[in-house]
Structure formats: C-alpha cells, structure tokens
C-alpha cells in the first residue's frame, strides 16, 4: 500500500542518496507538498495503528509460557514481545513517515518471531523471515529468489547495469520493474530537517535511506526490516535522534497535532 507517492518528482534519484540542490523549491509547491505529507501522514498513522492492534490481539490469544530449558523458543518469544512493545511506542512517539513505517514493520515482526517462538516449541523449523521492499518497506514481500542450480545448469546471462541495479537491494516486484524501466522505485520519504545541510534553504523531502544514519536509525535497517537491535533501541530510546541543527523540519510539519 502507499505506492506512488504523488511528490516523488521532488526527490532525488535512488543513486544520488541526498537532497537535490539547485534551486529554491517556490513556496506554493512547499505547501501543497506539506498538505499532502499531512495526508499521508494521518493515513499512515491509522494503518499503524491497527498493524499494532491486531499484532496486540495475536499475543493475547498466542501466549507462551516456556521453560528456561527452551533456549531457542525464549530467544524468539522474548524478541517478539520487545519488537510488539518497541512498535507500540513508536506509534506514540512518531515524528515521520519512516517512525510510523518502522511500527508497521516491528509489529509484523514480532507476529513473526512469535510464529517461530510456538514453532520451536513444538520442534518444528521455522519459515523463512519475510524480506520487505528497500525502497519501500510497506510494499508486498520480496520475491523468493529462483532455487540454485546445478554446475550442469546453463550459466545465467550477463546481468546489463540496471538489472545489476535492481538486484543491489532488496526490491518488491513492482519496484525492481522501475528500476529495470530506468524509472525512480516508489520510495518511502523523509522530511530533512531545515537547516540540516548547512544551507539556508527550506526542509525538503529526501527518500529515508538517504538521512544521514546519525539523525536516523532507519536508514540503514529499512526501517527495522533488518537486522535484530531495533526493538533494543526504541526500548532504550535511541530512535529519537536529532540533526545538530535543532529540530525544526520542514515548514513545521513534524510536529503532530494535539
């Protein structure tokens, strides 16, 4: 969901990795862009909000209560709680689509994780994680990738610049199809906060990878879609990083409304 940002024109390209420079954005196009990040804002905050709610009613009727003999089982059960409370406060806490990204992707996680935790109780294997969208992380799943062949099999043809492209980070379908088009991957933005490049200019909307990681901790994780210490951190509070320019984002619009 939440594909083709309307405002995608006004970030720069998935290789450049920073704002765009060159001239001034004019007012009027600032604000209508503001309205509509407002929109999708409120619209992402609900659909957090009930990622977080239904992961909250799949821990209610999916308790464990495992023996400390269980290791592997704990491990996961106990990840699965941090990352369903870890999504919780990030749903009270957000600032910014990639906040509210970040409790839609630790709430399927922890049902996830919680899925693995009954799994290893019972003795059985796991599924495989589920790998989400770079570009996007609230975009389907990442295609299971073709099974190996053998030394026997035809050797695979030589991948031309965008394939190779397409395939250096993880992509949803319809995202690895636009990189291959020569066409931008519908990404998920971030509001750069003004002042932030050390310019005089207007906060200015940068796809979320492209946030220097120690202002953000979603830049490198998409989002937590990645790696394991992203419930640790929210717990601690380590997600409410600041640019050293203070806080205020462009035209205002990270504060929420009372």
């Not at 821990?59 to 870890?86: I, S, V």
């Not at 319809?174 to 933005?189: F, H, K, Y």
């Not at 906060?203 to 640790?232: I, K, N, R």
């Amino acid at each position: 969901m939440f594909r083709r940002w309307w405002f995608i024109g006004l970030l720069p390209g998935p290789a450049e990795g920073r704002p765009a420079r060159g001239g001034r954005v004019p007012k009027e196009r600032q604000e209508l862009v503001l309205r509509e990040w407002e929109v999708l804002r409120d619209r992402l905050t609900r659909f957090a909000a009930e990622r977080v709610a239904t992961a909250g009613e799949v821990f209610r009727a999916a308790e464990l209560d495992l023996p400390p003999e269980e290791g592997a089982a704990r491990r996961e059960y106990l990840w699965a709680l941090d990352a369903y409370q870890a999504a919780g406060k990030l749903l009270d806490e957000a600032a910014d689509l990639p906040d509210l990204t970040a409790a839609v992707v630790l709430a399927e996680r922890a049902v996830e994780r919680l899925a693995a935790a009954h799994a290893a109780h019972a003795g059985r294997r796991p599924g495989p994680p589920v790998l989400r969208c770079f570009y996007n992380p609230l975009h389907g799943a990442v295609p299971a990738a073709p099974p190996k062949q053998s030394n026997k099999a035809r050797r695979r043809p030589r991948l031309g610049a965008r394939e190779a492209a397409a395939d250096r980070r993880p992509a949803c379908a319809a995202c690895r199809r636009a990189i291959i088009a020569g066409q931008p991957p519908d990404v998920l933005p971030a509001l750069l906060p003004a002042g932030a490049t050390g310019r005089r200019s207007p906060g200015v909307l940068v796809p979320y990878y492209a946030v220097p990681q120690q202002w953000s901790p979603w830049s490198a994780t998409a989002c937590g879609a990645y790696g394991e210490d992203g419930p640790a951190l929210v717990l601690r509070g380590e997600h409410r990083r600041r640019p050293p320019h203070g806080r205020r984002t462009f035209l205002g619009a990270a504060r929420r409304p009372d």
